[in-house]
């Protein structure tokens, strides 16, 4: 009697390890059926199952059949159209031009009453039609033009939009050009804020529009817009940004304005104009320079009609042997005499170098700032002093230079003359 509890104890035992083992192979062999299937099935096009499938047959395979065909050929969209249903599962098979006529003979099929599953084996074939494509064109055309006769009033009501925020403009400059006659600002200041005024009245009239036109559109989403898109641009265009920003600073800080002669780089001229990109200069020649603001606010630039006077300078030789304080006083009161040099400021005359032909003189005097002026105050100053100092017999000499020999030279002529003496 105690043998059996044991017995079936160890039966029990053996079952259980049985089971473990035989489980595993089991579902190995069931996942190794499974592949196998899952690699047929996809060989062949899955069916399209319908969403709710009857359990009994509501229409014959043969009527669906007849059915499904006779519709898909009076549509003309597929060639060689065939439709065969087995056991309430219908087979379509063909040709069609896009992925859409083939999705609707599909949706067409699972709609069809009786139809349990659809396998579309339909073949996309895309054909060009041009009097189709002649046709799409040509339906877009009409779709822009009735758009565009849809939106024409708002087109209009934005036109005239524009056409206030020009008027307001306008009206804007009128009215900063005569306050700013009665104000002390400088020229480039007032310049500055014109622009300024200029730019905030577009960009508010612009964005009016497009609000107005595109009834979607809200001044948040244009000003998000503008935002997203300045960060493209400005890498865009970081040259042009460059010399606005520059612009801007030039005309509210710089110390030169419309008028004056600047000198940057090889570029001398008057300045005619200062907007926010570009400074034109009026080059000394005449030709007129467009420099980029950039350019300006980045290197040195001479101002050279920052004041009314500026001091220029000549040199003046004497010969070795003239009295040089006599000299000094003679250059100066021909320089003092001309009618172009200021003479609120001192004339500077110092001797300056032993030349190879001559002691030179330094001449330093101040006259108008322009550089036509200077010319014309050097061409005044050399007359004078070459003047004066002729008068007084003082010489202004040429270079010249002197040799010493170690031994004579012969010339012709002593030789001619040995040559007669001896002869007589």
Not at 87 to 106: H, Y
Not at 202 to 221: D, E, H, R, S, Y
Request: aromatic share 6%; glycine share 4%.
């Amino acid at each position: 009697m105690r043998e059996e509890p044991l017995h079936l104890l160890r039966t029990t035992l053996w079952i259980c390890l049985l089971c473990g083992v035989v489980t595993p192979l089991a579902a190995q062999d069931d996942d190794a059926t499974n592949s196998a299937q899952a690699e047929d099935a996809k060989q062949v096009t899955e069916p399209d199952v319908a969403e709710h499938v009857a359990v009994n047959a509501v229409a014959s395979d043969l009527a669906i059949e007849t059915r499904l065909t006779d519709i898909l050929n009076a549509t003309k969209w597929f060639d060689q159209v065939t439709v065969e249903v087995r056991d309430s599962v219908a087979f379509i098979d063909g040709t069609a031009v896009d992925d859409a006529r083939k999705e609707w003979a599909g949706q067409l099929a699972r709609n069809t009453e009786g139809v349990a599953a659809v396998v579309n084996q339909i073949e996309v074939k895309k054909i060009i039609n041009l009097s189709e494509t002649a046709n799409v064109v040509a339906t877009s055309v009409r779709t822009l033009w009735e758009d565009l006769l849809v939106r024409s009033p708002l087109l209009l009501v934005g036109l005239l939009v524009l056409m206030f925020t020009a008027l307001v403009n306008s009206l804007a400059q009128t009215i900063g050009k005569r306050v700013a006659k009665r104000s002390r600002l400088r020229g480039s200041l007032q310049d500055l804020i014109l622009q300024l005024v200029t730019i905030a009245v577009w960009t508010v009239g612009l964005m009016l529009a497009a609000v107005i036109v595109f009834p979607g559109m809200t001044p948040a989403k244009a000003l998000t817009v503008l935002g997203l898109g300045s960060v493209a641009i400005g890498f865009a265009f970081k040259d042009i940004f460059e010399n606005f920003f520059a612009g801007i600073l030039i005309l509210w800080k710089y110390p030169f304005d419309k008028g004056d002669f600047v000198e940057c780089n090889d570029v001398v001229g008057r300045i005619e104009d200062i907007t926010i990109r570009m400074t034109m200069i009026r080059q000394v020649d005449g030709q007129l320079a467009v420099v980029p603001n950039a350019m300006l606010f980045k290197n040195p630039v001479d101002v050279l009609t920052s004041r009314k006077v500026r001091r220029t300078t000549v040199n003046c030789g004497v010969a070795y042997d003239a009295d040089l304080n006599e000299a000094r006083d003679v250059i100066q009161k021909a320089v003092e005499s001309c009618s172009t040099v200021n003479t609120d400021e001192p004339v500077e005359i110092f001797a300056r170098e032993f030349a190879d032909s001559s002691i030179n003189f330094e001449v330093t005097w101040w006259t108008g700032a322009t550089p036509r002026e200077i010319r014309e105050s050097r061409d005044e100053v050399v007359r004078q002093v070459k003047q004066r100092l002729d008068d007084a017999n003082i010489e202004i000499p040429f270079p010249q230079r002197t040799l010493w020999l170690p031994e004579p030279v012969r010339t012709t002529s002593d030789a001619s003359k040995k040559q007669a003496a001896s002869l007589g």
